[in-house]
């Protein structure tokens, strides 16, 4: 059962799917920041596609698409300088219902979600 708020990592060009297998390697603060907190809890953060066409605005919040794919980090390899590499498993598919809005002191981005069957 997937919570109904997660982190989000948006990425161009990569998506997941529920049952596959996604390497990953975590070096924007924003997402080490993201992947710390997931695995001091339930080790699930979510996946979206970004909207093709805006480059210039990744380091803010740029579109993505309304539906992502949960990942369970299952394995992680943390490295001295802070990096991660780790490896998701896909869960389950969902739909953001909204973005909550940006925190002081949470570099990235959180959204209410809900599952697709």
Request: aromatic residues 8%.
């Amino acid at each position: 059962m997937l919570p109904p708020l997660l982190p989000l990592f948006p990425l161009p060009m990569t998506v997941l799917f529920p049952g596959v297998f996604l390497p990953l390697h975590i070096f924007e603060p924003r997402y080490k920041q993201m992947v710390t907190k997931a695995l001091e809890g339930d080790r699930i953060i979510g996946i979206s596609l970004l909207v093709p066409g805006h480059d210039e605005q990744y380091e803010g919040r740029p579109p993505i698409f309304p539906i992502g794919c949960a990942g369970l980090i299952t394995h992680v390899e943390r490295q001295n300088d802070g990096r991660f590499n780790l490896i998701l498993r896909g869960l389950d598919k969902f739909q953001i219902t909204e973005e909550e809005p940006a925190t002081d002191g949470v570099l990235y981005r959180i959204a209410h979600v809900t599952p697709i069957e």
